[in-house]
């Protein structure tokens, strides 16, 4: 795989946990992006574990060295749009999720993530891992 990427959040908890195959095939990409909602997702994540001080300076290194991409206008009228799509199918899928298709159509990047429910989104490009 190459190209541009943008990563879910259970893609980030992979690299987290060291898995070897997801860390390779990310090394193949060209640029790698991360949305800020899944940096919401992580934290709110690490605000109820059980080490939460210890997962706060992760995610906070690991936004430090990432490229964010952040919601604007034109984010919210690719989420408008994906959520018609959605509700005409009857297939809704998580709000946050939606924000995270809508920043990766706006930008024209891959969606990497472990979720089929993406699947239901038109003409956006996703790879499963």
Do not use: M, W, Y
């Given at each position: 795989m190459s190209g541009r990427v943008l990563l879910d959040t259970n893609i980030v908890?992979?690299?987290?946990?060291?898995e070897p195959a997801v860390k390779q095939r990310l090394?193949?990409?060209d640029e790698v992006f991360v949305p800020s909602i899944v940096?919401?997702?992580l934290y709110y994540g690490a605000f109820k574990s059980a080490r939460?001080?210890?997962?706060l300076a992760r995610i906070d290194e690991f936004?430090?060295?990432?490229?964010?991409?952040?919601?604007?206008?034109a984010t919210g009228r690719h989420y408008g749009m994906i959520?018609?799509?959605?509700?005409?199918?009857?297939?809704?899928i998580p709000e946050n999720d939606i924000w995270i298709a809508a920043v990766a159509?706006?930008?024209q990047l891959i969606l990497i993530t472990q979720d089929s429910?993406?699947?239901?989104?038109?003409?956006?490009?996703?790879?499963q891992w």
């Open positions: 908890i992979a690299v987290f946990a060291d090394a193949k990409a940096l919401g997702e939460t001080e210890q997962n936004s430090a060295s990432s490229r964010v991409l952040f919601c604007d206008s959520k018609n799509q959605l509700r005409a199918k009857g297939k809704p159509q706006q930008h429910h993406f699947d239901n989104i038109e003409s956006l490009v996703i790879e």
